[in-house]
């Protein structure tokens, strides 16, 4: 798995499980294996998609990667610029505050991201105060340079949140996670609660932005066209495990995971005359504290065999950079957009 | 549910151990004990108390060993006997005294109970269907007028209203004649004339808060998409009412049953007191500052078992409305 | 059997009679209606020839009691009418303030000592016991009893009656480990002896002068033919032990005390005009109904009492008692409703209440007595406070008339704590020095005290503090606090600073046995027969608010307290001397020698003379004295028998 | 492959609405939510409302229930619902007109027009039973007593593709799926048979495979049913999937109306054409770089004077759009437009 | 919804409006919460300037004047010169009832006696150090009698007694409620924020205080403070009891806003800044709740008063000399009062207003109080 710039972060076995509490006496009653011994590799420069329904992990992943939570199990080695790698699993937080200045973060509500009681100077010039120690009209400066590079303007910074709209306020967000000129950014379904036509507009901006700061982006997404759209590589994720990893064409041309066929199947084509064959699903999404054995997807593939049931499959090399974690990868000869 | 009712219960013990422990604790906080009560007391009345008196009363009440063994043999008799020792005010059995009372107390709590949920539900509901209407504004300004007004102060001044006005006989829940009557139509009638008193007067405060929340829960569930839901179903409005909102509105509404009852109970004591009930309120007020200790003591723990229980079944309750909560067991 | 009496169309005396006997059978569903006006008559006849209460007379007819003269002692004692021979029947309805309110009860119905206080409180008569002879040394006691007199439940009173309460409670240590100073003149216990079944006699070992006025207020029998079952001297000790843990008493004194307790205990037999039968721990009320066995007769010989029954609703605020006398559910009654804040009020309701008042004399000094604590453990405070000078100064200080207008409406004297004029030991100069309201002489004391006056208007002690100390009284009973402060307001401009400090009853004793306060406030002690109780006079007890240390020192022969100055030893000395004295003029000259002292010594102060009382008495309720001296000792208004109070029908 | 329907005949006409007005009166000013819209609902055809959040789909879908919230009302406008009865004659109501909470409109509700909303969340009471909510529009509506509700009722949800309809008759909808809820939905909307029904967002908080799931199933309900079907939704990709006819709208009016694949091909409004522009496709074969849409939709105070969609167009006439609020030009090719560009080729 | 002010020139206020100016600007919209905020404020100046507004001082007795009904205040004097402003009041006719004990009194037409403002009285010490014996109104004549509220049954001007119990009683809320503050800020903030097994025990602790029954634990509380206390500490005493049961509806608030908060995602944007727990804590946390602490503080200041009250009734609580509306209201405890003196009941009058007041002021900001809620 090695990209042409190099590895910013090699993600190794990385398990996260909640413990399910409940009842009166917070008795402890199993646990969510919301990230269940995930392993990927992001690339220096490129966009990372991670894609998959509701509960399958992917925003647990985001957040075990900023170390927002700490993972259970696992290591994230991350590298920079200079030196060794680290494991930023390890780290306390006094060891992941240089490293939290590389890796920052995108959310997906642009309304709750945003403390409203702060001015947008504060907001977006709050790690510049902590981690830069900018002050005063240097630090007015800077967040004005951010706000123009997002597309606002400067004499908005003493503004409050509620005075922007939606699209906006994400625009002050994608600011603040640029503010320290990080290296990667994890966008957590960055463009989800915005409108069509102000969608197209912050996809625009982070790709724009990705080619003046040479960022790389961890684009986490339920939506596979807009993953399609702005990710060279793409992850699917089913039930906290990892089933397909694969550059993006491939991915979508030639699925090779059966659930990913299904995704793709799924999204509706906006035109009219390509009303396609849906491959529809049976049943729901499974409860992550109770996975189904074996192959977490066999209940609900066409294809599955017996072993399906028993044997987990491991995620394996099929072709040049196409991983996947199906016992019948092999075998079966899976559709993707074009068929 | 009922491994569920079970760890409840046994989480009470602990509950109870703890509050019998404060009871104890509060009891004795003041400075003295109940033999300088008595004396003090006797000497009110004019008398002079000798020695003999002292000591005789000291040997009798036991007041002279320490401080935990006064606790422990108390738990204990309770523990092994259930006997929960003897007033030494009124030398009876402490059970007698407080089982003679408890019935009364709870009997006009519930009937204050009744009285509130009937004033405070349509009013309540009333005030969210009409939000800012008039009524709203007046049932809401009653209900406050209520919450502000001191209960004893309210107490007197009805306790005047019903001497002066409707000729009543104050006191008690019973007119003279009736006091020790056997219990006839006659009776019960006689008991209700005296009941709207205390339970008006226990009632408003409540009521205020419970309009409030009524009012509150009901706006928050009328903006929920399932009442679109079930009007689109082509429901009319009453019953589209009664089933769906109030009726999940209520939830909360209903877990407060069970904790108002102990608070009724030991809230009515104030408004006994100026209205002469013969329910717990007096009693144990009487008890504290005579520092009648195993009277005062066992009225506290009985109080905290009646609340503890209170919220076991609120929530037992809100369990049997609510299947959310009874299925995330 | 419960039947309901409903109305009687035609009526015959002997139908009405036996009516009667069953509505009483049946208990509590007596209705008023019952028994109609014109009964009144026939009722009245049947009495004169049957000489006992109606029902009574018809548990005779039916066999369920003895007829009235095997009821009656042979010698029954007559008690003298207040206006009218009465009629039998009715209810007197008072009410108790909480369960515990003792004192009412026996004000009304349980006041029958072996001794009696006569109504003028001029000194004790015979009444449980039929006479009494002294030795001349006055150290033995004969008492007489009074032949075939029985207990409420018919059994004998006796000889041994008297011995069982002195051998089973005073020498018994469990029940009285410290024997009553009353039975112990010179220190050593008196012995009670057995003459006959109707003779006993009290010997000491020294003269007790006291001891017949003492016997006025206590009961020296007990029924031993009930009690002994709980001895466990007189029972199977296992026996009695199983009772005590049965009742879930804490040990056998509690279940002595709680057989004899007369408000709760209905088995307990008694010689009252009433026994109980619904206890007042029943929380609602407590009930006698007359006792068949009464052994007082009227001066026509009808057996009293003539109330049938005595219900006293219990209740828990004085204000609903208060609306209950307006309301004219309440037939005579004083005690907590009958403040003179209240007068007002009743004086309004008397035409819908269908009352009167009757006045209450105070046979107490003054409502308020204010005494420094002359033995203060604080040497500054103490020298102060020993200063008469100072004491007169404060006296002097405030407006005794003002405070007396304002809290009495006027009704009052300024006065000090002295006997009242009505007193065989009355003293002028006591009662009456240092009442006028004179700051200029006050302030003229204190500074001849050297006491300069402060920066801030405070006058500064020896040691040069501030004088500041702090007055004690009890948050329960006003209007004590309300007066305390306007008196400390008046002391304040003659530059002493008093703080008012509202203490729960039973601290303020605690504090007192401690010694530890600086001004406490009590009411008068007894004004009339002072000698029982002289705690204004000189250091007799804990009650003597300038000296509870020197009265400790006293009582304890030296071992506890503190030891009082010559004066206050002098008097004390006269005391003992009097305590053994049986000549009444010898007695007289040793009381007027202590009060002299008294008034010389200026111990304390107090207020004004007691306002005029009054209490609440319903038209048809009958042979309550206009005027009633209002005396704890004689359990006021018992002297004045309420067994000839009777209710017009 | 786009399903070949035969296009709307006028005996198929299930609800007409003509210049609907909602306004909601605020304290800081009336918003004009809907301000003049038409459009046509046919038998055996689905309409697709299409718009961006704040353009007044869900509440012109609402209103036609008159179930908006408070403040807002209908001020202006017609709803006609033409109510085909078994042999051919048609009874046609002004919805508009009658009272929220009158017999007729509650009679109609559920009845004859059924509706799905977008949360199955909280758009079904937690604590009654899916068949306690079910058999209650039957009872209702039909007159049916408790034990045939049931049946149908069960019958309803294996209809709906519910897995042990009988056991999950009795189930609380928090022990269902998203997905299962919103199924329980639409057989609530359609157990009486209804001519209409109106779905509001029905798949935006399914995820896709779920979304998949509805939508077949909407089809395959439609094609038994017969009924008309009114869809609103924001996702183009649905409404290409599934409309026949499209109404695309903004700022609380139509900007275009026709049919989807004119829409979705001959697209005449700058506004749809934008729209179109700028949703990323799956396709690979377009280009790599999205076209967007100048600005933000104004806050509903602040209604731009002249033709809504001015201030963000690329085609603005100068001097026209910013005075002129265009009303609907009929397009040769059927379907309409408000845009002054078409104002020559008006035919009415 | 933001709060909007109609005008749109006012746009670019709201745009950099903080928090607090939405509130007040919210805030300012419910009528019936600004005019109850005035006269919360109103109250308290009454509270702060005592000594000045009050006639006389509260422990002036006028032994002829016990129980003197209210007197009627005329506004307009007729003099020569026609009607002229000058408030003045009737002289009283008294009469001693002998048997009823009672003064009974008539106002005394012939007698009048002029009101007026800043006159010279009893000298009084204002905020404790500023000397003066000017008040706001009194008799033009230091000794004529005044009683426009009545007087009680010492003699004392009622109004007079109602304005000092103003300060206790309104303190005693305040200091109550910020006891209760302090105490449920930090438990609920240390258990809200920690979590885990402290979490675990606070709330143990606080379900186990909740469970022991309130008024029995207040009562005994209350008995159990050494009566010889002297008046102020009585006074503390009473407020820290009350304060004792407050604290832990309040540090289940603190806490529940703290768990939610702590999952917010500005709050983690915040902690992935790199900014420290403390101002996290200080800078992002409490301003977010403090808004609606302000709201459960304000709701429960009348609790305090009335507990107050109950405890002075229960002859618990305050003890004269000290006034409060408690200990006024105590001593018109009896029917003799209902009866004959109803005036000594407009205690009750302030204590409804003032606690109306503060709810209606309450439920204002709570309705303000999250001017951000979508």
């Known amino acids: ?339 | 549910m009922l491994r569920y009712i079970l760890r409840r219960l046994l989480l009470m013990i602990p509950t109870l151990f703890g509050i019998s422990i404060i009871a104890f604790i509060i009891i004795q906080l003041p400075p003295g004990d109940y033999l300088t009560t008595v004396i003090a007391q006797l000497s009110a009345a004019g008398d002079l108390v000798e020695e003999d008196v002292i000591a005789g009363l000291k040997a009798r009440y036991g007041l002279d060993r320490p401080m935990h063994v006064q606790y422990l043999k108390w738990m204990g008799n309770i523990m092994l006997r259930g006997d929960f020792g003897t007033s030494f005010e009124w030398d009876v059995p402490v059970g007698d005294l407080i089982w003679s009372r408890l019935g009364l107390t709870v009997a006009l709590s519930l009937a204050t109970l009744l009285f509130t949920w009937a004033v405070a539900f349509p009013v309540g509901i009333y005030a969210a269907v009409r939000q800012y209407s008039w009524g709203d504004y007046f049932f809401t300004g009653i209900g406050f007028v209520g919450l502000a007004i001191p209960n004893f102060l309210l107490a007197l001044v009805l306790m005047y209203v019903a001497f002066k006005y409707f000729n009543q006989s104050v006191g008690g829940l019973f007119s003279p004649d009736f006091v020790e009557a056997p219990w006839t139509w006659a009776r019960v009638q006689d008991m209700l004339g005296h009941l709207w008193v205390p339970m008006v007067i226990l009632g408003t405060a409540g009521t205020a808060g419970l309009i409030r929340i009524m009012r509150a829960n009901l706006l928050d569930e009328l903006r929920k998409p399932y009442v679109k839901t079930a009007r689109a179903k082509g429901l009319s409005e009453l019953r589209l009412l009664l089933k769906y909102p109030v009726r999940v509105a209520l939830n909360p509404f209903v877990s407060t049953i069970g904790l108002t009852l102990p608070i009724l109970i030991s809230g009515s004591a104030i408004v006994s007191v100026v209205l002469s009930l013969p329910t717990s309120g007096p009693l144990l007020l009487r008890a504290l500052i005579a520092q009648d200790m195993y009277l005062a003591g066992s009225f506290i723990l009985l109080l905290g078992v009646i609340t503890v229980l209170g919220t076991l079944l609120s929530d037992l309750l809100l369990a049997w409305l609510d299947p959310r909560i009874r299925f995330d067991d | 059997m419960k039947i309901r009496v409903r109305h009687v169309p035609v009526l015959t005396s002997v139908l009405l009679l036996m009516m009667l006997v069953l509505a009483a059978c049946g208990g509590a569903a007596e209705e008023p209606e019952a028994v109609p006006a014109d009964t009144a008559a026939d009722e009245s006849m049947a009495m004169e020839e049957s000489r006992e209460a109606p029902m009574l007379a018809a548990m005779v007819a039916d066999g369920e009691l003895p007829p009235l003269d095997e009821r009656l002692p042979k010698n029954p004692m007559v008690v003298p009418v207040t206006e009218s021979i009465g009629q039998y029947g009715g209810t007197w309805r008072s009410g108790l303030l909480g369960q515990a309110d003792a004192p009412w009860v026996i004000r009304t119905m349980a006041y029958e000592p072996t001794m009696r206080w006569k109504p003028d409180l001029t000194g004790t008569i015979p009444n449980v016991a039929e006479s009494v002879t002294v030795n001349d040394e006055g150290t033995e006691f004969t008492f007489g009893l009074r032949e075939g007199m029985r207990w409420s439940d018919g059994e004998p009173f006796t000889a041994d009656d008297v011995l069982f309460w002195y051998e089973a409670h005073i020498v018994n240590d469990e029940v009285s480990p410290v024997k009553p100073l009353w039975m112990r003149p010179g220190g050593t216990l008196g012995e009670v002896t057995k003459v006959d079944d109707y003779t006993v006699q009290f010997s000491f070992g020294a003269p007790h002068g006291l001891f017949l006025s003492q016997l006025g207020s206590q009961r020296t029998f007990a029924p031993a033919h009930y009690l002994s079952q709980f001895h466990p001297d007189f029972d199977d000790a296992e026996a009695v032990q199983a009772i005590v843990d049965d009742m879930q008493l804490a040990n056998w004194a509690a279940l002595w005390g709680n057989r004899r307790n007369i408000l709760n205990n209905v088995d307990l037999p008694v010689v009252f005009g009433w026994h109980l039968t619904q206890p007042a721990s029943s929380a609602t009320q407590m009930v006698s109904e007359r006792n068949p066995y009464y052994w007082k007769v009227d001066p026509e010989g009808n057996q009293l009492p003539y109330i049938d029954k005595l219900v006293y609703p219990i209740v828990e605020s004085v204000e609903v008692q208060v609306l209950k006398a307006l309301n004219g559910e309440v037939d005579m009654q004083d005690r907590h409703i009958a403040t003179p804040g209240n007068k007002a009020q009743f004086f309004d309701g008397k035409e819908a209440g269908d009352y009167d008042f009757f006045t209450v004399e105070y046979a107490w000094e003054t409502p308020v007595s204010m005494g420094l604590n002359l033995a203060h453990p604080d040497e500054n405070l103490r020298s102060i406070f020993l200063e008469k000078d100072f004491r007169i100064a404060l006296s002097l200080a405030f407006d005794r008339q003002a405070i007396i207008d304002v809290i009495y409406i006027g009704d009052g004297e300024p006065r000090q704590p002295a006997p009242l004029a009505e007193s065989p030991w009355f003293n002028e100069q006591l009662a009456y020095q240092y009442t006028e309201f004179d700051q200029d002489q006050a302030n003229a004391l204190l500074d001849g005290l050297g006491y300069a006056m402060g920066s801030d208007g405070v006058r500064l002690g020896p040691d040069g503090e501030k004088i500041s100390f702090d007055i004690n009284v009890i948050a329960a009973f006003e209007p004590w606090a309300e007066i305390m402060n306007l008196v400390a307001g008046y002391w304040s401009d003659v530059g002493v600073e008093a703080n008012v400090v509202q203490l729960e009853r039973s601290l303020f004793y605690e504090r007192k046995a401690a010694y530890d306060y600086d001004m406490a406030v009590w009411t008068g002690a007894d004004g009339i027969a002072l000698v029982m109780d002289p705690r204004s006079y000189f250091p007799f007890s804990t009650e003597s608010l300038f000296g509870v240390a020197w009265a400790d020192w006293w009582r304890s022969g030296g071992s506890k307290g503190v030891e009082p100055p010559a004066a206050a030893q002098q008097q004390q000395a006269l005391y003992d001397e009097l305590a053994v004295t049986v000549d009444p003029a010898e007695k007289d000259r040793i009381m007027n020698e202590i009060l002299d002292i008294a008034a010389e010594q200026f111990w304390i102060f107090g207020l004004t003379k007691y306002y005029k009382g009054y209490g609440i008495v319903k038209n048809n309720f009958k042979n309550v004295p206009d005027t009633v001296w209002q005396w704890h000792v004689s359990a006021a208004p018992a002297q004045t028998n309420p067994e000839q109070y009777y209710i017009e029908q | ?348 | ?374």
């Open chain 5, 1 to 374: 919804m933001i709060a909007r002010v109609p005008a749109p020139d006012h746009q670019e206020a709201i745009n950099v409006a903080t928090q607090w100016q939405l509130m007040w600007w919210r805030f300012r919209k419910h009528r019936l919460a600004m005019t109850s905020l005035v006269i919360v404020i109103l109250i308290y100046l009454v509270a702060l300037l005592a000594e000045f507004l009050a006639p006389f001082t509260p422990d002036e007795f006028r032994a002829d004047y016990t129980y003197a009904p209210p007197q009627r205040l005329h506004l307009f004097l007729e003099t020569e010169n026609g009607l002229r402003f000058q408030p003045w009041v009737y002289g009283y006719k008294v009469e001693i009832e002998e048997e009823a004990l009672r003064r009974v009194f008539v106002p005394d037409e012939e007698v009048i006696h002029e009101i007026g403002f800043f006159v010279s009285g009893v000298p009084v010490r204002l905020f404790g150090f500023l000397e003066t014996d000017r008040h706001l109104v009194g008799p033009k004549e230091p000794e004529a009698p005044m009683f426009l509220f009545g007087a009680d049954k010492l003699g004392r001007d009622l109004l007079t007694r109602m304005i000092y119990g103003t300060r206790i009683s309104m303190s005693i809320g305040l200091v109550g409620v910020a006891l209760s503050l302090i105490l449920g800020i930090l438990l609920g903030g240390i258990s809200g924020f920690l979590g885990g097994q402290v979490d675990n025990i606070i709330q143990r602790v606080i379900e186990f205080i909740r469970s022991v029954p309130t008024i029995p634990l207040w009562m005994g509380l209350a008995a159990a403070l050494p009566t010889d206390w002297p008046p102020l500490r009585i006074y503390f005493g009473i407020t820290v009891i009350l304060s004792f049961i407050g604290w832990t509806e309040l540090a289940r608030v603190v806490r529940g806003r703290f768990l939610a908060l702590r999952t917010e995602d500005f709050v983690i944007a915040a902690h992935l800044d790199g900014v420290g727990q403390m101002r996290i804590i200080l800078h992002h946390m409490v301003p977010s709740f403090l808004s609606h602490i302000i709201a459960a503080l304000t709701l429960a200041i009348p609790n305090m008063i009335l507990a107050e009250t109950s405890l002075s009734f229960l002859g618990l609580g305050l003890r004269p000399p000290i006034v409060s509306w408690g200990v006024l209201l105590q001593e018109a405890q009896n029917i003799r009062t209902v009866a004959t003196a109803p005036w000594l009941f407009a205690t009750g009058g302030a204590v409804f207003i003032a606690i109306l007041a503060l709810n209606f002021v309450g439920d204002g900001l709570r309705d303000a109080a999250d001017p951000y809620a979508r």
């Open chain 1, 1 to 339: 798995m090695s990209g042409t710039n190099g590895t910013l972060l090699s993600v190794r076995n990385l398990s996260m499980f909640f413990p399910v509490r409940g009842g009166f006496l917070q008795g402890h009653r199993g646990e969510v294996r919301a990230v269940d011994d995930v392993s990927f590799d992001i690339q220096v420069g490129e966009t990372l998609g991670l894609v998959g329904e509701s509960g399958c992990g992917k925003t647990t992943t985001g957040r075990c990667i900023l170390r927002v939570v700490a993972p259970t199990a696992g290591e994230l080695w991350y590298h920079p610029r200079e030196g060794e790698p680290v494991d930023l699993a390890r780290l306390d937080t006094a060891g992941l505050l240089p490293w939290r200045q590389e890796i920052r973060m995108i959310f997906q509500d642009p309304f709750a991201s945003l403390n409203p009681r702060l001015p947008v100077l504060e907001i977006v010039g709050e790690c510049l105060k902590v981690n830069r120690g900018l002050r005063g009209s240097a630090l007015e400066d800077r967040v004005a340079e951010l706000l123009g590079l997002v597309g606002l303007r400067p004499e908005y910074m003493r503004r409050y949140p509620h005075a922007f709209s939606g699209g906006e306020r994400q625009r002050i967000g994608i600011a603040r996670a640029l503010a320290l000129n990080p290296r990667l950014v994890v966008a957590d379904e960055a463009v989800s609660a915005l409108d069509v036509s102000v969608r197209s507009q912050t996809l625009n901006l982070l790709q724009d932005l990705q080619n003046e700061m040479q960022l790389t982006y961890l684009f986490i997404s339920h939506d596979l066209s807009v993953v399609r759209y702005v990710c060279n590589r793409v992850a699917v994720m089913y039930v906290g495990k990892l089933v397909e990893l694969a550059d993006t064409r491939s991915l979508f041309l030639t699925p090779q995971h059966p659930y990913t066929e299904a995704l793709l199947s799924s999204v509706p084509k906006p035109d009219p005359r390509i009303r396609s064959q849906r491959i529809v699903l049976e049943g729901d999404v499974p409860d992550p504290a109770q996975p189904p054995s074996g192959c977490h997807f066999h209940p609900r593939c066409r294809y599955a065999v017996d072993r399906c049931a028993e044997e987990t499959p491991p995620l394996r090399e099929t072709a040049g950079g196409h991983h996947v974690a199906c016992h019948l990868a092999d075998e079966i000869e899976l559709a993707g957009i074009q068929g």
């Open chain 4, 1 to 348: 492959m786009p399903a070949e329907r035969p296009s709307p005949s006028a005996d198929d006409l299930l609800l007409e609405v003509r210049d609907l007005h909602v306004h909601f009166p605020l304290d800081e000013g009336t918003v004009r939510a809907v301000a003049g819209v038409d459009f046509d609902v046919y038998r055996n055809r689905t309409l697709c409302v299409v718009g961006e959040s704040g353009c007044g789909k869900s509440v012109s879908a609402q209103s036609i229930l008159q179930l908006v919230d408070r403040p807002g009302r209908i001020v202006q406008g017609q709803i006609r619902f033409h109510q085909h009865d078994a042999d051919g004659g048609v009874t046609v109501t002004d919805l508009a007109s009658l009272r929220s909470s009158s017999r007729a409109m509650r009679s109609i509700r559920g009845r004859h027009i059924g509706m799905v909303f977008q949360e199955p969340n909280t758009s079904l009471s937690p604590i009654h039973t899916v068949g306690n909510q079910i058999s209650e529009v039957i009872q209702l509506h039909l007159g049916a007593d408790e034990d045939t509700a049931r049946r149908q009722g069960i019958e309803m949800l294996e209809r709906v593709g519910i897995a042990r309809p009988a056991q999950n008759y009795d189930a609380y909808t928090f022990e269902l799926s998203g997905g299962m809820r919103q199924r329980v939905m639409i057989a609530m909307a359609l157990v009486c048979s209804p001519a209409l029904l109106i779905a509001d967002e029905p798949t935006t908080a399914l995820d896709v495979t779920t979304q998949a799931q509805i939508m077949s199933l909407l089809q395959e309900l439609q094609a038994d049913f017969g009924m008309g079907v009114m869809l609103i939704t924001h996702d183009l990709g649905v409404v290409a999937e599934m409309a026949d006819d499209v109404v695309v709208m903004y700022l609380g009016q139509v900007a275009e109306y026709g049919d989807v694949d004119r829409i979705f091909h001959a697209p005449t409004h700058p506004y749809t054409k934008a729209l179109l522009r700028s949703i990323p496709n799956l396709d690979f074969d377009q280009d790599i770089r999205l076209d967007s849409i100048r600005g933000m939709v104004p806050d509903p105070f602040h209604r731009p004077a002249g033709c809504p969609f001015g201030p963000r167009c690329d085609e603005v006439i100068e001097g026209r759009c910013e005075a002129e609020n265009p009303p609907a030009f009929s397009l040769a090719e059927g379907g309409s437009v408000r845009c002054l560009h078409y104002e020559e080729v008006t035919l009415s």
